[in-house]
């Protein structure tokens, strides 16, 4: 059971979190820079408030980053707009058809086509596209899923994507799931790789301690450059999409 309040802490305003959790935890939330802290229920408020203005400066420094980090342009689904696949600028062409629903394809190197009602509307569109980017995923996650299920010698979890507010990845290691974020479709592939690697690194340690930190150094010794690429990419025009960074040893 989560337990959820808001304290002020050194100007800030910080979402408190309540949860059966080992360790105290800060992250800082795009896209404003919200503050949020999950605490085991044993700390007290006074330990908590210690906790951040000890990791104030960090705390502040994301903000900034966020404040000046790239956002992806409003979408309006129109043609001549640049759209990501798996990390590569295609320019969007939008065509009016007879067909009842949406018909979506590469065409070329850097094209990306709808077929659409002519009636059709933004929202429309856009529901559309994120369900062409949810099968493109599914197709390169999938395989890489099993691949990481050999190399690190695990039962094959189940697996599924959607969309996320604050993570790139999510494990439940005692029911074996794992989630993957949709806004990954549009991020490069080794990005995905790495999110992959990270979240069936759960299911042999749980945590983010020196075993699990093991396993990504030795299949990964690049991980955490990939993350900081992953991290540095422009965040969604989607308040849905957007991502969490925290410190040292946070959920992908």
């Known amino acids: 059971m989560m337990i959820t309040d808001v304290i002020e802490v050194a100007g800030l305003s910080v979402e408190l979190v309540r949860k059966p959790i080992k360790n105290l935890h800060i992250g800082v939330y795009p896209p404003a820079g919200r503050v949020r802290v999950a605490a085991p229920p044993a700390i007290s408020e006074d330990a908590v408030r210690v906790a ?42 939008v065509r009016s058809s007879a067909r009842r629903g949406c018909q979506i394809q590469l065409e070329g190197t850097d094209r990306l086509v709808m077929d659409v009602p002519g009636s059709s509307t933004p929202a429309q569109k856009a529901d559309w596209l994120a369900g062409w980017y949810r099968q493109q995923l599914k197709q390169r996650a999938g395989p890489k899923v099993v691949k990481w299920v050999e190399k690190l010698g695990v039962p094959e979890p189940r697996w599924g994507i959607r969309q996320m507010r604050t993570k790139w990845g999510s494990c439940n290691p005692d029911k074996r799931i794992v989630w993957i974020n949709l806004d990954l479709a549009k991020k490069p592939l080794h990005c995905l790789e790495y999110v992959i690697l990270h979240e069936m690194a759960h299911l042999i340690s749980p945590r983010h301690d020196t075993a699990f930190l093991d396993i990504l150094n030795r299949h990964m010794p690049n991980w955490c450059q990939t993350r900081e690429d992953l991290n540095a990419l422009p965040l969604a025009a989607d308040p849905c999409l957007t991502r969490t960074t925290s410190g040292p040893g946070q959920d992908s």
């Open 52 to 93: 951040i203005v000890t990791r104030l400066a960090w705390i502040k420094k994301k903000q900034r980053e966020f404040a000046g980090q790239a956002r992806e342009t409003e979408r309006r689904y129109v043609s001549g707009e640049t759209h990501h696949v798996f990390g590569k600028p295609l320019r969007l062409m």
